[in-house]
């Protein structure tokens, strides 16, 4: 037993070390920028794939490999500051965190188009050898990882503290209007932080492959988050912390793999990084300069807000916002209830439906994001759960569909405000990073709780919706379903929209602009916060719940944290706090797609180019913002 310990330690020591150089590209940049740089996870995916071709198509050796692509990869670190952070610089603190997602989306969907999908086997030019001192083991592997993350850990150090340049990027992380008086070019250094971030994502992403012996396209999102998650850990502000904070994340994450399972790794960790978000968000070796974050605390002091309106607070005079009035929904609904009667073609009815489904799904993200001011960057988990309670309370018990959708807005509506109950001592960015780690944690429950889920095979045979106020009329075909969605999605809508446009909505709306003066002026904003959120929860709910009768199987592969990140980017695209425009974005950009399935591997690209173009000339959105 004490030797299985050892080994795990000195393995998640090595993996470790891989998320130490991951944060530290996440710690430079916040440092300089007080950006977080959400595409950071890309670069490392980048990195491993330009030595993978280096490799496999330029037929170079491995070292020259990959010094060609940590040079390139460093170049297209100092681009995406000009493309990201550059023209936002006058922008609310969203605004460049959305920029670097948007463009984290092209460069994933680029990889796929260009490598495929698929994963592929990194060539290792050497062979491996096991070490045993006792009954524990390390691999060369493992040593080589762990070498060259020290190696190049020790390097930055020495740059940092030792050279010229390190140093005014050490000055203008600690005040970039001090440093600027000193004659310090300030934008200069921001590229630096950049590049340098691109350089170690490239190393780090080499580092995975040859511990995988593996590539593809879709490992930049989960190791960029467990770099994030290890930068959170030991501390945003602090290089060191970023050190420690990966190497405890390795660690952890391998005793929990040895000691619970395999399928618990990624569940523990990031229950750990949502519990030091709560007691302690400036992390282990961080301190409290968290500004850029919306500060550590709730109301610990004046709280930007989160919303994309904070760019355009001065021109809403100028800038007209279209919405639709409660009723107007139920007549969208009523127009898209004779759509049957028009065509039968099935294809077309089942991607209207989804189309339906999805801008429901989008109202409930705005509904967050937009009014409460509260970045939702896990919201499928929401959805996730209102389609598991359908399939348990329909095919496990036979509900009827009236209240299986009802026990699916009531359940999601209470664990949403279970999961915002360790948001409240957040603001601004760490509430957005709570979400993050909570949507991810969702997705982990529905992929290992398999005596609910059934993990990845999926919750199977849902049945047809069946209603028992028409006396237990089934709604067997295509065009039933339909007709239900409509309906219940026209109700839903309108509801909110009547919420948002009461006084609740306006004290929704107060609390996001300055939660301090909604303290100060005695409104209970907990528990506003968690109304928000269940209202939220019950359109999220009902989502789901029409999802699963629709798709009759429902599987994790649907509540992912890239499909969260997706959901986000509609809402913006339409204008956040604005149903009308989050409902026309999810409807349009869910349908889009389907109807020119040809292209539709360009979507995810055609997304991220609109979300950068929308930043910049419309931040308010298509429908502008609320």
Known sequence: MLELFASQIINGLA???????????????????????????????????????????????????????????????????????????????IAPVLSTLAISLIIDQLAEIIWSPEGQAFPVPFEEQTYFFGAAYITSTDLLIFGFGALATIALTLFLSRTWLGRTLRATAQDRDAAAQLGVRTANVKRLAFGLAGALGALSGILVALYFKSVFPQMGLPYGLKGFAAALLGGLTSTPGAVLGGLLLGVVETLASAYVGEGYRDLVAYTLVLVFLVFRPQGLLGDRRLDALGGAGGAAGAMPSTSVLASSSSQRSAVRVWELPPWGFLAAGAGLALLPLATQNAYLLQSVAYAMIFALLVASVTLVSGSLGILSIGHMAFYGVG??????????????????????????????????????????????????????????????????????????????????????????????????????????????????????????????????????AGLPVRRYILLGFALSGVLAGTAGGLFAYVQNVVSPESFTVSASILLLTIAVLGGLGNITGAALAGFTLTLLPELLRPFAEWRMIAYGVALLIMLRIRPHGLLGAR
């Open 15 to 93: 993996i470790g070390q891989v998320y130490a150089l991951i944060a530290l590209g996440f710690s430079l940049v916040f440092g300089v920028s007080n950006l977080i740089n959400f595409a950071q996870g890309a670069l490392f995916m980048l990195g491993a794939f330009i030595a993978f071709s280096g490799v496999t198509v330029l037929h170079l050796p491995l070292p020259a490999a990959a010094l060609l692509s940590v040079a390139v990869v460093t170049l297209l670190g100092v681009l995406l500051e000009r493309v990201a952070l550059r023209p936002l610089e006058n922008a609310p603190y």
């Open 387 to 520: 389609a598991y309670t359908v399939g348990i309370l329909a095919r496990n018990h036979g509900w009827p569909a009236e209240a299986a959708l009802v026990g699916a807005a009531l359940v999601t509506a209470v664990i949403a405000m279970v999961a915002a109950l360790p948001l409240l001592k957040l603001s601004g960015h760490t509430a957005a990073l709570g979400t993050l780690a909570v949507g991810q944690i969702g997705y982990l429950i529905f992929m290992v709780w398999l005596d609910v889920t059934r993990g990845p095979m999926g919750f199977i045979g849902i049945p047809a919706p069946r209603l028992a106020l028409l006396g237990g009329l089934t709604l067997s075909s295509l065009v039933d379903k339909f007709l239900l969605i409509a309906a219940v999605a026209a109700v839903a809508l309108a509801l909110a929209q009547r919420q948002l446009d009461s006084g609740l909505g306006r004290v929704w709306r107060g609390i996001r602009e300055d939660r301090l003066a909604a303290h100060a």
